[in-house]
């Protein structure tokens, strides 16, 4: 089984990272997201990702300035929240037509 979720894992970084970067900012545009929400969100999609994968991701993309964070105490524990920058409203809506074209070549076999 635990290597069935490594594998699973793997796949997912090598070609669903991308994907999981736009829909950290897809939903960080709507509200604040916090990690394990969001790992919580990936899994109703069918993607199997641990904190040990996803937080480098929201890290990388807030070093990049699509994303900023803060900080609240929930029930005594402190929780990082991440909400997208202007840049990541940008990235996001710069992505969406390219994700259009992909959709319309890989689904529809459209050019
Ligand atoms: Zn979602």
Known sequence: MESDICFEEKFTKEFFLGFIKLHVL???TK???YGLWFIEELSHHGYKMSPGTLYPVLHQLEKGGYLESFREKVAGRLRVYYEAT?????ALEEARSKIKHLIKEVLYDRE
């Open 26 to 28: 897809h939903h960080s």
């Open 31 to 33: 509200g604040p997201v």
């Open 86 to 90: 202007e840049n990541g409203k940008k």
